[in-house]
């Protein structure tokens, strides 16, 4: 068997795969090799240990799953509604989201009994929740409305990546996009008492 052909972001791809399909007590380096037929020595030449191995998929997932979608969406042009039914339409946007999906239900019932993942996603839902927060902020809702709106769009995300449908997606998208634009106009009268008027970004 080869010794170091695999990258380190091969060997984190490679554990993130077991790590959805079968727990985290999976996730170890013996079982790794033998699934890539390939030898230890080549985890070891990226990896000090498996607590390496285990911050490195918390640290990727963090990446592709948080900070790559935050950063399109602030360096795109899409209105506060668009952002809000882009990210409510992440669960179903196809096999990769479906993918991302198990990732982020293997992540999660991991940090149910682990300090280290349950750190990492205390931190990816308060840097998640504090992004959506923004968003309705700008559409002029007090701090205390737009942070209870947050909480509720970040909810319907997490459980639509919980709740198995059928690939009717066109509709579950249409549903997202009902939701969203009930949630970001909030009061059906523009006068709502917990309502601010936005600002001028010119202003």
């Given at each position: 068997?080869?010794?170091?052909?695999?990258?380190?972001d091969?060997?984190i791809k490679?554990?993130t795969?077991?790590?959805?399909?079968?727990?985290?007590?999976q996730?170890?380096?013996?079982?790794l090799?033998k699934?890539?037929k390939?030898?230890?020595?080549?985890?070891?030449?990226?990896?000090?240990?498996?607590m390496?191995?285990?911050?490195g998929?918390?640290?990727a997932w963090?990446?592709?799953a948080?900070?790559?979608?935050?950063?399109?969406?602030?360096?795109g042009?899409?209105?506060p509604l668009?952002?809000?039914?882009y990210?409510?339409?992440?669960?179903?946007?196809?096999?990769?989201?479906?993918e991302?999906a198990?990732?982020?239900?293997?992540?999660?019932?991991?940090?149910?009994?682990?300090?280290l993942?349950?750190?990492?996603?205390?931190?990816?839902?308060?840097?998640?929740l504090s992004?959506?927060?923004?968003?309705?902020?700008?559409?002029?809702?007090t701090?205390?409305?737009a942070?209870?709106?947050?909480?509720l769009?970040?909810?319907y995300?997490?459980?639509?990546?919980?709740?198995h449908f059928?690939?009717?997606?066109?509709?579950?998208r249409?549903?997202?996009?009902?939701?969203?634009e009930?949630?970001?106009?909030?009061?059906?009268?523009?006068?709502?008492?917990?309502?601010?008027?936005?600002?001028?970004?010119?202003?």
């Amino acid at each position: 068997m080869a010794t170091n052909k695999l990258s380190r972001d091969e060997w984190i791809k490679a554990a993130t795969q077991v790590l959805s399909t079968s727990g985290i007590d999976q996730v170890r380096v013996d079982r790794l090799a033998k699934k890539l037929k390939i030898t230890r020595g080549s985890f070891y030449h990226h990896f000090e240990s498996r607590m390496d191995l285990l911050e490195g998929i918390l640290k990727a997932w963090r990446l592709r799953a948080t900070e790559d979608v935050i950063n399109r969406l602030q360096s795109g042009e899409e209105s506060p509604l668009d952002r809000i039914i882009y990210l409510m339409n992440l669960p179903i946007k196809g096999t990769g989201s479906i993918e991302a999906a198990s990732v982020e239900i293997s992540i999660r019932a991991w940090a149910r009994r682990d300090n280290l993942a349950r750190e990492a996603v205390e931190e990816v839902d308060k840097y998640r929740l504090s992004f959506i927060k923004r968003i309705f902020k700008e559409l002029g809702h007090t701090d205390t409305r737009a942070n209870d709106l947050a909480n509720l769009v970040y909810a319907y995300i997490v459980s639509m990546s919980l709740i198995h449908f059928d690939n009717n997606y066109e509709e579950r998208r249409k549903m997202a996009e009902r939701i969203a634009e009930f949630l970001t106009s909030n009061c059906p009268v523009m006068e709502c008492p917990q309502r601010e008027p936005p600002t001028d970004p010119l202003g």
